[in-house]
């Protein structure tokens, strides 16, 4: 079975701000990405960017409510 790429159809720029998203939430949370594979990372420290990540954007939208 192919695997499917969910970043294949994205908009170059869209990717970069997506990266350099990533890359920020990362850094909030201490966890030291390098570009391109980060397969040596823990659950843990995957998550963690993935969880900073939501909360940012969480926060962005209520703010945007106002």
């Known amino acids: 079975m192919a695997r499917s790429n969910s970043s ?4 170059p720029e869209a990717r970069e ?10 850094s909030e949370v201490g966890v030291n ?3 391109g594979y980060n397969g040596d990372l823990t659950s843990r420290e995957a998550g963690s960017v993935g969880g900073q990540m939501v909360k ?3 926060r ?5 409510m106002k």
């Open 17 to 26: 701000a997506l990266n350099r998203f990533k890359m920020e939430a990362a």
């Open 8 to 11: 294949r159809g994205m908009v």
């Open 33 to 35: 990405l390098k570009q």
């Open 60 to 64: 962005s939208y209520e703010e945007n």
């Open 56 to 58: 940012k954007m969480i």
